[in-house]
């Protein structure tokens, strides 16, 4: 069982920063993809980014390519997300989400979710 807290969320303006962090509570933490999430009013739950259990791989969405970072500390258990040159169509509910190591993280189901952070950016 894992269970992960996203924190960082908040009111930014457009071109501004942010930089969410989601903390895990589970035993061995690196036998996890992680991945960030996001649901805007009216729209479904999309796959933001993602990173495979060891850190060496990485998938962005097409929207934040260049823009967001996804980044993970096994040692704190912690997945990160930078979001540079906001947008405010990046506006959205912001989850955190785990999936076993053996599974694709692109393409997979994710069986661990954190309860989302809001990020709100104003034009």
């Known amino acids: 069982q894992v269970q992960l807290v996203e924190s960082g969320g908040g009111l930014v303006q457009a071109g501004g920063s942010l930089r969410l962090s989601c903390k895990a509570s589970?035993?061995?933490?690196?036998?996890?993809?992680l991945g960030w999430f996001r649901q805007a009013p009216g729209k479904e739950r999309d796959l933001t980014a993602a990173i495979i259990y060891s850190g060496g791989n990485t998938y962005y969405a097409d929207s934040v390519k260049g823009r967001f970072t996804i980044s993970r500390d096994n040692a704190k258990k912690e997945v990160y997300l930078q979001m540079n040159t906001l947008k405010p169509e990046d506006t959205a509910v912001y989850y955190c989400a785990a999936t076993d190591f053996w599974r694709d993280y692109k393409y997979s189901r994710y069986d661990y979710w954190g309860q989302g952070t809001q990020v709100t950016v104003s034009s």
């Open positions: 589970v035993r061995t933490f690196s036998n996890y993809n």
